[in-house]
């Protein structure tokens, strides 16, 4: 079955710039998208189609899609960023898989 | 604002059954996909079963295929979920989701209901 893989955890200092990635087999040939769920809350989707941005969420966050990883990155982290973050992506194997989630920390 | 409201969540046997519901407003629900999206306690974010609009294509994740079963009312904006022979492990929040994607198959999921919770347990 088809795996996506994600760092348990990646801190952050406030201002500066969080990447936190996701790998696959030939998730490059796959449409990925993002999503930010903080505690107590439903997911939100930050990301889709790799790099398309949804209407409300800032332009500080960005996606990019190259060979086996995608990458969610924000640029100037800001505290309400902290969240836990999912990739998810389609396969015709499996259907719809998420990776395992990576907690981002802001400190 | 668009809206997704999942209900039915309950403490259920092992064994037992349940219908989660998801009332769908403010967007025209016949033409979009819809998922089923749960979340154990503490843990990541698990697909369980996707539906298409006119309900003619449907997936499920292994996990609960030939235990679950997805179905929608058009005509109510409702989507639903039959869960049937439970077990501890289907312990989770359900969220239902709607599919942005305008394809055969699923894509990304926006927005996303609050969530109802399932507890499996004697």
């Known amino acids: 079955s088809y795996e996506l893989t994600q760092a348990p955890s990646v801190s952050v200092s406030p201002g500066q710039t969080a990447s936190i990635t996701c790998s696959g087999d030939?998730?490059?040939?796959?449409?990925a998208c993002w999503y930010q769920q903080k505690p107590g809350q439903s997911p939100v989707l930050v990301i889709y189609?790799?790099?398309k941005r949804p209407s409300g969420i800032p332009e500080r966050f960005s996606g990019s899609n190259s060979g086996n990883t995608v990458t969610l990155t924000i640029s100037g982290t800001q505290a309400m960023d902290e969240a836990d973050y999912y990739c998810?992506?389609?396969?015709?194997?499996?259907?719809?898989?998420f990776g395992g989630g990576t907690k981002l920390t802001v400190l | 604002e668009v809206q997704l409201v999942e209900s039915g969540g309950g403490l259920v046997q092992p064994g037992g059954s349940l219908r989660l519901s998801c009332a769908a407003s403010?967007?025209?629900?016949?033409?979009?996909?819809m998922n089923w999206v749960r979340q154990a306690p503490g843990k990541g974010l698990e697909w369980i079963s996707y539906i298409s609009t006119s309900s003619s294509t449907i997936y499920y994740a292994d996990s609960v295929k030939g235990r679950f079963t997805i179905s929608r009312d058009n005509a109510k904006n409702s989507l639903y979920l039959q869960m049937n022979s439970l077990r501890a492990e289907d312990t989770a929040v359900y969220y239902c989701?709607?599919?942005?994607?305008?394809?055969?198959?699923?894509?990304?999921?926006?927005?996303w209901g609050q969530g109802t919770l399932v507890t499996v347990s004697s």
């Open positions: 189609q790799d790099t």
């Open positions: 998810q992506a389609w396969d015709s194997s499996t259907h719809v898989v």
């Open positions: 403010r967007f025209t629900f016949s033409t979009y996909n």
């Open positions: 989701a709607r599919d942005l994607y305008s394809s055969t198959y699923p894509g990304w999921f926006d927005p």
């Open positions: 030939k998730l490059g040939d796959k449409y």
